[in-house]
């Protein structure tokens, strides 16, 4: 322990490069700040933190300066004090200032008026960041009232060109705290601080637009920007929220803890939760930072349940709608009746989906998209020592080196991307195989672009610490040996792994490489896979996951279930093969995202969806189902750890949630055992189900498809809303991806600057004649 | 004809020179000696800075020491049927003293003959591009000791006791920095050297790389070695071409001598050098942004400590030191330190390298001991004010540099004495001002530099700078108000105290020294609305005496408004509301009718004559 004086006050601490401020920090001593931000390094720029410290010169930062032991700090004299505050009439001379210094800012503050637009020159309500600014704070706290100095604002044109955030630099105070969290935190560098003098301002290298520059659209500028300089367009003007709800987003596999701020019962913003918050530590990617209010506020929602009446589909009562279905199911014949669940729903909802399929229809086709790949994960992991692997990402910092195979992650999962960037920062080696962007190009250590097949071949003789590895020079081969030789390895694998000949192979062969202590990350495309696939809903899968072959497991359930269709059945490719043959009766699909295509010939389509789709026009009922800020349940998250989905917004119209649908659907047909009142109650029945699965024999059923129209294989859908279809800017962003993503050329910074001098002279060539 | 009775021609091609188009002479030399037949007589090489700036282009032909200054091309001819074949050297090209003397040896020049070249002795003697030439004068000797003789902790010792201070301009101990560097745990460290030299005015850096590089390379591996670096960083402006090409040689000739790379000189020390182009912001050259630079990042400094010996570049301990602190080091080596330390004063010893600019009569390149006073300087060396005009202020250390009047022209020259003079030794900036100057106009000048040179990173220096700016364009401008001087004084300790760098924390030193020094210049601006120097435009006024005017239209003809007005044979007058005050009119008036004065825009006289249309 070491002793430091802190204003008079004995402080012990640990001496373990923590600096002055920390110290401070700790024991409750406010030292005011504006670029400091507890996820970035310091920075000592704004200089509000500057300290007086005996026996050194001058004023320096208590957020750069080691504390060390018997220093004595004064924080808060008058001569700092002054000094302070002259520094910040420096700033205020930049900044629209009136809300600082407004004779009405007690009022305001109350009562919180809605935005009237004064002149952008005020800066009063034209600024989003009214109620949190952190300038504001400052200034208070040194007492200031009045300016110095004659305002000059910069006059910069709001930049609005780029998709989903508006970027006013007028209200800039030059923190860096945004381009530092792009650089250092999310490895993108999108942006700098570009010319200098007091023309210094935030931009991009060469002032292209973002989409140009690299950004992905993450948000984590706009989080750490403490003006309001940076804001979602979406949210940009709603006022204070009624109230500010932490759930989870399953627009992917990670489950980001996200705060939604609501007003009016409705989704109006959602912001990443906590830095303290697992698994995502106040980060999020482009869909659940600027695309869940957009989502699930769609005008287009399905608002009551519907049945195809002459032809027409008419809105009917809950009662009615049910009563047809469960006539339908009723008098079906059990085999010709498929169940197309969706990865998207909860692990409960997925559960008594089953159940309704196995026990109530006694059918056993139960599938759901995308599959198979967390069913290849069980089977080839089926051992425990082997399963064990899957750890929480946090466990990155564990391991010696990482290797990507099977997608580029900084695309689908950014917030892992982000958790991976700060090892390699680190000097951690990163190995790519296969699809690489403009990120992970400049991240890896080695990228091998073997694709498809041949990454088999690759792994195998890989995990034999061979030096044969197709696809990569002598070089590239030996570093990769060098590498995966030493220590424990972290394993990221996508679901391109399918394209493998035998993928179980393949990740049989990464397994191995990582060693007993690697860890394994299965980057599950779509959201709750590992929560359906607990539920089992497979043909050849009950819930728990195991395997239908496996005895105890079966009378387990059967026991449970009081009887059931708990024999193997048809998966998704054979339902629609059936279809196509005219040897399916009936379909209830709960996954508008799945293509209808094939499945015409079936005379009676059940579709459960909060959205329309193509479905819409081929059933004879929809029933209509809420979205995940509108239920409870729990979503399995990559990491397999439960995250917990809760109800926050009221949902359109009379849409119920998944399960309540099929518990009600199980009563009606008369089987006992769906009474179930909450989602506890079926997470609790759930979890009685252990994972017991049978090794390997995971068979490649189809190829594994890019979900994407336009050759992106990365094109976001929710439960049948094509999310780009319905978001411009997203749209734009994702078409702007392939062009972003070609590799960089080796060109040097002087070649580039003479190509782009090159370019504008021809440009204007081309303008004077 | 043996070796020794060669006629060496030494042709200048340093800054100075250069732009005084002294590549063409060399051609026209080379030229003329080949036709001639005197290949084998006559040795022509080019030089680095040669030093006496003002004469340019100036040659230099050894071994008699002549010294032939403004070489014009057409002077070639003669030189060469004269000089070189009837051995009678051209007298009309010899340096004219003030006083009207010719002077045929630059040794006995004044310029020459006050200095004492330590770092710049090299520089004009030897081919920089010819490392044999270097080796020749003992070139290498020192890192040859260090390498052979010394352990590393010895040769940190040897700079140590020799007193050495940074010549970047800080004057931090170099030996107490090596050490610091040396004792820094970790096995990877780095050495720089700082060739950045941003300051506009200044060419000490550049003009030693491109006149003598080797000394300083030497330098660079004996600090590696004594630190104990692998590798090293020459980072140097981009700017300089002429600087990166003579490196560049220097480094491959070094390299092929096993100056550096694996085991140099048969030791077990081996060495990497680098060399790195600066983007050629002035902030680059401070240390931390340089290796931030270096690293790939904006130059934007960060707040030391760390140091840099402590975590420096790629966060490894780093050793940076100045061109001229480094070619010292060499010397050192090689002479030893206690020769080294009988040289300038205690607390500073060695020599001073200053740029000598402005209104002096001898511009050039200057090294004179530690200690030695502004007058030797400016006087004796630099022979005077120009045109006999009245010494006013010099202005030491570049933009961030002080301002000190004439008052202060004993104080002797060292890193403390300036400091506590409010001016500081800076990187080696000397500017020179006679009475024609205001300084509130030069401080204005000055801080504009370093107001478009901030980095921007912390507010103090980018806004502060900017607010001073305006407060001195207020007072140059009339409009200045009481408190205006109070106001400043503040915001310059508000921008001394804040920043974070030494950019912001001595861009206020111009403004500093001249309200020190100067403050009734200032008051006189404020209180009387006038220009003392009649420099600031606002405050000055352009009108015609009538009594003197001859009528001969001079004024109306250049006056690019029409402000000057008449007729042939009519009185002319300057109509006011027109004049933009360009002061053309006032140039070309003819001397003997001397009819356009310059007079405070607010005095009785400008009233009388002025307020008269
Ligand atoms: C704004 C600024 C510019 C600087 N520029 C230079 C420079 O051009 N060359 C230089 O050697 N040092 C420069 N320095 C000083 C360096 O930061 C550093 O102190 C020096 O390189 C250390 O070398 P020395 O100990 O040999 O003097 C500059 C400092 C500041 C604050
Ligand atoms: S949104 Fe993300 S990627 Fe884009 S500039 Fe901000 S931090 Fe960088
Ligand atoms: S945009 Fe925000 S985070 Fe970025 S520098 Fe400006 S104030 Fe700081
Ligand atoms: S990373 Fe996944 S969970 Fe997180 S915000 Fe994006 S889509 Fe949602
Ligand atoms: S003092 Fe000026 S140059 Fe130095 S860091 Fe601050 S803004 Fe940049
Ligand atoms: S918080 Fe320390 S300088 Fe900004």
């Known amino acids: 322990m070491a002793t430091i004086f802190i204003d008079g006050r004995k402080i012990e601490f640990e001496e373990k490069g923590k600096t002055i401020l920390d110290v401070a920090r700790e024991s409750g001593i406010y030292i005011p700040t504006l670029c400091d931000h507890d996820e970035l390094e310091s920075h000592g720029g704004c200089r509000m933190c500057i300290v007086e410290v005996e026996g050194m010169r001058g004023f320096p930062p208590a957020c750069t300066t080691a504390a060390k032991d018997g220093m004595e700090v004064k924080t808060a004299t008058d001569n700092l004090m002054t000094l302070k505050r002259n520094i910040m009439q420096l700033l205020l001379m930049e900044h629209p200032s009136a809300c600082m210094v407004c004779a009405e800012q007690e009022g305001c503050n109350k009562y919180r008026p809605d935005p009237y637009k004064a002149g952008r020159v005020t800066g009063c309500t034209t600024c989003p960041n009214r109620y949190t600014c952190q300038l504001r704070e400052v200034v208070e706290f040194l007492g200031i009232k009045d300016l110095d100095y004659l305002p000059g604002y910069k006059e910069i044109d709001v930049e609005r060109e780029d998709p989903f955030f508006d970027r006013d630099y007028n209200l800039c105070i030059l923190c860096a705290r945004c381009i530092r969290v792009c650089d250092d935190v999310r490895g993108t560098s999108a942006i700098t601080f570009v010319k200098r003098g007091h023309e210094t301002r935030v931009d991009t290298s060469f002032g292209v637009s973002h989409i140009d520059s690299g950004c992905w659209f993450c948000g984590a500028c706009i989080d750490v920007c403490p003006t309001g300089s940076l804001k979602p367009r979406m949210t940009k003007w709603t006022g204070a929220p009624d109230s500010v709800e932490e759930s989870t987003c399953v627009l992917c596999s990670m489950g980001c803890q996200t705060q939604f701020t609501i007003k009016w019962e409705r989704v109006m913003g959602s912001e990443p939760g906590a830095l303290e918050s697992a698994p995502n530590h106040g980060h999020m990617c482009v869909l659940g930072r600027f695309c869940i209010p957009s989502l699930v506020n769609a005008p287009d929602r399905i608002k009551s349940p519907h049945l195809r009446k002459e032809g027409d589909s008419v809105p009917v009562s809950w009662e009615e709608a049910l009563g047809e279905v469960s006539r339908l199911l009723k008098e079906a014949s059990p085999e010709r009746v498929g169940f197309l669940g969706s990865p998207q729903m909860s692990s409960e909802s997925a559960y008594v989906f089953h159940k309704l399929a196995r026990a109530g229809v006694k059918s056993p086709n139960v599938d759901f998209q995308g599959s198979d790949f967390p069913a290849l994960i069980h089977k080839e992991l089926a051992v425990d020592q082997d399963f064990a692997r899957i750890r929480e990402l946090d466990y990155l910092k564990e391991v010696d080196w990482i290797i990507s195979v099977g997608g580029d992650f900084v695309k689908d999962h950014q917030v892992v991307a982000k958790k991976v960037y700060k090892e390699v920062r680190q ?268 090794v390997g024999g995971q068979k490649r059923r189809a190829s594994w498809k890019p979900a994407s129209k336009e050759k992106n294989d990365w094109y976001p859908r929710y439960r049948g809303a094509v999310i780009p279809e319905r978001i411009e800017d997203l749209a734009t962003f994702i078409k702007a991806l392939p062009r972003r993503d070609t590799p960089l050329s080796d060109e040097t910074l002087d070649e580039l600057v003479k190509r782009v001098q090159k370019e504008h002279a021809s440009r204007a060539k081309e303008v004077v004649s | 004809m043996t070796e020794s009775e060669k006629i060496e021609v030494l042709v200048c091609l340093g800054t100075g020179c250069e732009s005084a188009k002294s590549d063409l002479l060399y051609d026209k030399l080379a030229e003329q000696v080949k036709k001639k037949k005197l290949g084998d007589k006559v040795e022509i090489t080019r030089i680095g800075c040669h030093g006496l700036c003002q004469q340019a282009p100036v040659i230099a032909i050894e071994p008699e020491g002549l010294f032939y200054c403004q070489v014009g091309d057409d002077d070639i001819a003669e030189i060469v049927t004269s000089h070189f074949i009837k051995g009678e050297p051209v007298e009309r090209l010899y340096y004219e003293s003030p006083e009207g003397e010719r002077i045929p040896h630059y040794k006995d020049i004044p310029f020459y003959s006050k200095q004492h070249r330590v770092v710049l002795k090299n520089s004009g003697h030897i081919d920089p591009g010819s490392i044999d030439d270097y080796l020749a004068v003992g070139g290498y000797k020192g890192l040859e000791r260090a390498l052979k003789e010394m352990s590393p902790e010895e040769v940190v010792d040897e700079v140590l006791n020799s007193g050495l201070r940074g010549r970047g301009g800080a004057g931090f101990p170099a030996g107490l920095k090596w050490k610091l560097g040396r004792n820094a745990p970790g096995h990877k460290k780095y050495a720089i050297c700082n060739a950045d030299e941003g300051d506009p005015g200044a060419f000490m850096d550049g003009s030693i790389l491109v006149a003598d590089p080797h000394s300083v390379l030497e330098g660079l591996s004996i600090c590696a070695y004594a630190i104990g670096a692998d590798e090293a960083y020459v980072y140097v402006r981009h700017e300089y071409p002429a600087a990166v090409a003579s490196l560049k040689k220097a480094l491959k000739d070094s390299y092929e001598r096993e100056f550096w790379g694996e085991s140099i000189l048969g030791s077990k020390f081996s060495l990497q050098i680098h060399l790195m182009e600066g983007a050629g912001a002035f902030v680059c050259g401070e240390e931390t942004a340089l290796m931030a630079s270096i690293e790939g990042r904006r130059g934007m400094p960060r707040p030391r400590p760390p140091f840099p010996t402590e975590s420096g570049l790629w966060g490894k301990p780093t050793v940076i030191n100045n061109v001229k602190s480094l070619a010292n080091a060499s010397v050192i080596l090689r002479e030893g330190w206690e020769w080294f330390k009988s040289i300038g004063t205690e607390g500073s010893p060695g020599t001073a390298i200053f740029s000598l600019t402005g209104k002096v009569r001898n511009t050039g390149l200057v090294e004179v001991p530690m200690g030695a006073t502004l007058r030797n300087i400016i006087f004796d060396v630099g022979g005077g004010v120009k045109e006999d005009r009245t010494f006013k202020a010099v202005q030491t250390g570049g933009p961030a540099g002080g301002c000190l009047p004439a008052e202060k022209l004993d104080l002797p020259v060292d890193f403390d004495s300036l400091r506590e003079a409010g001016a500081i030794m800076g990187s080696g900036g000397m500017i020179v001002m006679d009475e024609t100057t205001c300084m509130v106009d030069v401080a204005r000048y000055f801080l504009s530099f370093t107001q478009q040179e901030s980095c921007g990173k912390c507010t103090p220096c980018r806004m502060g700078t900017l607010q001073m700016l305006r407060i001195l364009d207020k007072i140059r401008e009339g409009r200045g108000e009481d408190g205006d001087i109070e106001k400043l004084l503040e915001l310059c300790d508000t921008v001394v105290n804040g920043s974070l760098c030494g950019l912001g924390q001595n861009a206020p030193n111009p403004v500093l020294t001249t309200i020190e020094y100067f403050r009734d210049e200032y008051e006189a601006h404020v209180k009387d609305n006038t220009c003392p120097a009649m420099v600031c435009k606002e405050l000055v006024k352009f009108v015609i005496d009538p009594e003197k005017c001859t009528a001969c239209g001079a004024c109306k003809r250049i006056c690019p408004t029409g402000a000057a007005q008449g007729k042939k044979d009519v009185i002319h007058h300057i109509q006011q509301d027109l004049c933009i005050k360009c002061g053309a009119c006032y140039e070309v008036c003819p001397p003997k009718a001397d009819a356009v004065m310059k007079i405070p825009a607010h005095s009785e006289l400008a009233r009388e004559i002025g307020g008269a249309k």
Do not use: C
Not at chain 1, 512 to 539: C, H, Q, S, T
């Open chain 1, 427 to 694: 000097g951690k080696p990163l190995i790519v195989i296969g699809d690489a962007g403009a990120n992970l190009h400049r991240w890896s250590t080695v990228h091998v672009s073997v694709q498809g097949k041949d990454i088999q071949k690759l792994l195998i003789n890989l995990a034999e610490h061979s030096k044969k590895i197709p696809g990569t020079s002598y070089t590239q081969a030996q570093q990769l040996v060098e590498i995966t030789g030493k220590g424990k390895g972290a394993v990221l694998v996508g679901p391109r792994i399918l394209e493998s000949i035998e993928p179980g192979l393949s990740l049989r062969a990464l397994v191995r490489l990582a060693g007993v202590d690697g860890a394994l990350f299965p980057l599950f495309p779509l959201g709750n896979e590992a929560g359906v696939i607990k539920a089992g809903l497979r043909p050849e899968m009950l819930p728990g996951p195991a395997s239908i072959t496996v005895k105890e497991a079966k009378a387990l359930l059967e026991k449970a279930w009081g009887g059931g269709n708990l024999s193997d059945g048809l998966h998704l490719v054979e339902m629609r093969q059936k279809a196509q043959k005219g040897e399916l009766d009936m379909l209830y699909i709960a996954d508008g995202s799945i293509s209808p295509e094939g499945f015409e010939k079936i005379p009676t389509i059940i579709y459960q969806s909060p959205y329309p789709s193509e479905w819409s026009d081929m059933a004879s009922v929809i029933l209509p189902s809420t979205t995940f800020v509108e239920e409870s349940g729990t979503f399995i998250n990559l990491e397999l750890k439960p995250l917990k989905m809760k109800p926050i917004a009221k949902a359109p119209g009379t849409a119920r949630q998944d399960w309540q649908i099929f518990a009600e659907l199980g009563r009606l047909i008369g089987t006992d055992g769906f009474d179930h009142q909450t989602s506890e109650d079926i997470w609790e029945e759930l979890s009685h189900f252990t994972r017991s699965i049978e």
